[in-house]
C-alpha cells in the first residue's frame, strides 16, 4: 500500500525500511573492482616516480607487459590512491635564477642597452631601441 501511495517499487520500500533518512543516496559502488593487485600498484607507483610517464603511456606499459585487463579509469585511480596522479609535483622542482643586479659603474658613468625590435612586415630595415641609464654620483 505505501509503495503505491509513493510511486515506488515493493523493492525500493523495503531498502527504505532499514533507514533514517530518506533523502536519494549515490548510486556508485562503495568498492570499485580492480585488477591491479597491492604489489601490480606498488609497481605502478614506482613507475610513475621513477619515468614520470603520462597517464596514457603508463597505460600502454601496463597492458602489454605486467597486466593486459586494466582499465585507464582504475590506473587512474591507483594513481590516486598513492599520491601520483599529478606529474608537476613529481618533476623535480629546479631553483629560480635569482636576479641579477646593475653593474657597479663609477659616478658620471652612462649605462646603455641595445635592443633589436621585431622586424615589421611593412619595414625594410630593421630597428632598435637604445635604453640608457645614468649613474648618479655616489651610486
Keep these: 500500500m505505501l509503495a503505491g501511495r509513493c510511486g ?51 597505460l600502454a606499459i601496463m597492458r602489454e607487459f605486467l597486466n593486459p585487463d586494466v582499465s585507464r579509469s582504475g590506473l587512474d585511480r591507483c594513481l590516486r590512491r598513492h599520491c601520483v596522479s599529478n606529474l608537476n609535483a613529481l618533476r623535480p622542482r629546479t631553483p629560480a635564477e635569482p636576479h641579477k643586479a646593475f653593474k657597479v659603474y663609477e659616478p658620471g658613468f652612462v649605462h646603455v642597452d641595445v635592443k633589436s625590435l621585431p622586424q615589421m612586415a611593412d619595414k625594410t630595415t630593421r630597428r632598435y631601441l637604445f635604453v640608457a641609464i645614468r649613474c648618479p654620483a655616489g651610486h
Design 8 to 58: 515506488v517499487t515493493l523493492d525500493t520500500i523495503y531498502r527504505w525500511r532499514g533507514r533514517v533518512s530518506f533523502e536519494d543516496r549515490s548510486h556508485t559502488a562503495h568498492q570499485l573492482p580492480t585488477t591491479l593487485t597491492l604489489a601490480l600498484e606498488s609497481v605502478v607507483a614506482e613507475l610513475r616516480r621513477m619515468l614520470l610517464l603520462p597517464l596514457d603511456d603508463l
